[in-house]
């Protein structure tokens, strides 16, 4: 069983930024995937970035340019920066571990228990 813990979410005003963290525990990925997925009020989920063990990413359109995934294998820790933030970004992320990057692009691994993270217009 693998552990996620999520923190940095908050209030942004539109075009600012955030930087959300996920530190795994337990039964770590080593060797497999990382990644962040959103729920916004009344909408289904929606995969946003994910990175391998080495460092390959993938991202959602809608974030591409703006958002930043990154990790820190030795520290079982993954990133995301998320810049130039914009009112639809508004949800809750969840970080999510598994060990392939098809596998939380359809919400399957482990799951945080959120961050929420709010922008203003």
């Known amino acids: 069983q693998v552990h996620l813990v999520e923190s940095g979410g908050g209030l942004v005003q539109a075009g600012g930024s955030l930087r959300l963290s996920c530190v795994a525990s337990?039964?770590?990925?080593?060797?497999?995937?990382m990644g962040w997925i959103r729920q916004a009020p009344g909408k289904e989920r929606e995969f946003v970035a994910a990175v391998t063990s080495g460092g390959r990413t993938y991202y959602a359109d809608s974030v591409k340019g703006r958002f930043t995934i990154s990790r820190d294998n030795a520290k079982n820790t993954v990133y995301l920066q998320m810049n130039s933030l914009k009112p639809e970004d508004t949800a809750v992320y969840y970080c999510?571990?598994?060990?392939?990057?098809?596998?939380?692009?359809?919400?399957?691994?482990?799951w945080g228990q959120g961050t929420q993270v709010t922008v203003s217009s």
């Open positions: 999510n571990a598994a060990l392939t990057i098809s596998t939380i692009q359809a919400f399957g691994g482990s």
């Open positions: 337990g039964r770590t990925f080593s060797s497999g995937a």
